[in-house]
C-alpha cells in the first residue's frame, strides 16, 4: 500500500500528541490536593482557550462557515468540556495506568462507530480485529487493581468514567475532522471547538481551582498541564486531524496510555500485576493492527485506516 506523504506527516503529528498527552497523568500527581475536576478544567479549559486566540482574526473571518457548522462545532466544544472531568477523575479512582489506558484504548473503537453511524463509513476486517484485541486489553485493564496514590480505590467507577472519557474524546476528534473536511481550517477548528469547550469549563475552574493557588507546585502543574499536552499537544493533534480520518488519529492515540503507564510505573510508583501489563500489550497490538500499512493487490472493498 502506498503511504501518502501528507497522511505519514499527520500520522507524526498525532504521534508528538499522544507523547505529549501522555505526561499529563503522572504531572497530576505532583498536585495531588488538587481535585481532577481543577486539574481537568485547567488543563483543557486554558488550553482550549489558548487555541482560540490561537485561531485569533481567522475566527472571525470563518464565522459564516462555522455558523453554517454549529451543530457540529457546539457538541464537538460539550464533549471538549466533558472530556477532562471524566478523564482525570478515572485517572484519580482508578490510577493513572488503567484510567489512561481505559481513556484512550475505548477510543478508537468509540470513534469507529460515530463514522459508520453518522459518515457511513464501512468497518472493515482488519478493525473488527484490531478493535476486539484491544477490547480485550481494556477488559483485563478494568478488573486488576493497581497499587496507587491514596484517595484512590474505586476502580469500576473510574473504568466507567473512562469509557466516557473515551466516548467524548472520539466525539470531539469527529466533529474537529468533521469541520475541517467542510473546508474550515485546521486552526480555526480547534480554535472554535476548543474555545466553545474552554468556556465551558470556566465555571468548573472557577469553583474548584483555588487549591491551584495554594503553593507553586500546584500553580506549576497547573500551567504545564496548560501549556504542553493540552495547548501544544492540540495544536499537533489538530495538524494531523487535517490529514488523516478521526479513527485513524484516535487509534494513533493509543500511544498516550503506553506513555502514561510506563510513566505511571517509574515515576510514581504505581505497579501493575501481570493481567494488567497483558491488557497494555493487547492495546499495543491493537495499535498496530489497525495502524501498520499492508500491502494490497486489488483495489480494497472496504475503508481501512491509512498512514
Do not use: C
Not at 462545532?73 to 468540556?81: E, H, I, R
Amino acid at each position: 500500500m502506498t503511504v501518502s506523504p501528507g497522511a505519514g506527516l499527520g500520522a507524526l503529528f498525532v504521534l508528538i500528541a499522544a507523547v505529549l498527552w501522555g505526561t499529563t497523568g503522572t504531572a497530576a500527581t505532583f498536585a495531588p490536593d488538587v481535585g481532577p475536576l481543577a486539574i481537568g478544567a485547567a488543563a483543557m479549559g486554558v488550553g482550549g482557550l489558548l487555541q482560540s486566540l490561537l485561531a485569533g482574526p481567522a475566527l472571525a473571518s470563518a464565522r459564516d462557515e462555522l455558523r453554517r457548522r454549529w451543530v457540529t462545532v457546539a457538541v464537538g466544544g460539550l464533549a471538549v468540556a466533558i472530556y477532562p472531568l471524566a478523564f482525570y477523575s478515572s485517572m484519580r479512582l482508578a490510577g493513572v495506568a488503567v484510567g489512561t489506558v481505559i481513556s484512550i484504548g475505548s477510543a478508537p473503537i468509540a470513534s469507529a462507530v460515530i463514522e459508520r453511524l453518522i459518515d457511513r463509513h464501512r468497518l472493515s476486517a482488519r478493525w473488527v480485529v484490531g478493535a476486539g484485541v484491544g477490547l480485550v486489553g481494556v477488559a483485563l485493564l478494568s478488573v486488576v487493581e493497581p497499587a496507587r496514590a491514596a484517595g484512590a480505590g474505586n476502580t469500576a467507577l473510574g473504568v466507567l468514567l473512562g469509557l466516557l472519557a473515551g466516548a467524548t474524546y472520539a466525539l470531539y476528534s469527529w466533529a474537529a475532522h468533521r469541520t475541517m473536511q467542510g473546508g474550515v481550517p485546521s486552526r480555526v477548528a480547534m480554535g472554535a471547538i476548543f474555545g466553545a469547550g474552554g468556556v465551558l469549563l470556566m465555571p468548573v475552574l472557577f469553583i474548584t481551582g483555588a487549591p491551584l493557588l495554594d503553593s507553586w507546585t500546584n500553580f506549576s502543574v497547573g500551567i504545564y498541564m496548560a501549556l504542553v499536552p493540552m495547548f501544544l499537544g492540540y495544536v499537533f493533534f489538530g495538524l494531523g486531524l487535517a490529514r488523516v480520518k478521526a479513527s485513524t488519529a484516535t487509534t494513533l492515540s493509543l500511544a498516550e496510555p503506553v506513555v502514561a503507564a510506563i510513566l505511571a510505573v517509574l515515576i510514581v510508583g504505581e505497579r501493575l500485576p501481570p493481567v494488567g501489563w497483558a491488557g497494555v500489550g493487547l492495546v499495543i497490538a491493537s495499535l498496530a493492527v489497525l495502524t501498520v500499512p499492508v500491502r494490497r493487490t486489488a483495489p480494497a472493498a472496504v475503508d481501512v485506516p491509512r498512514l
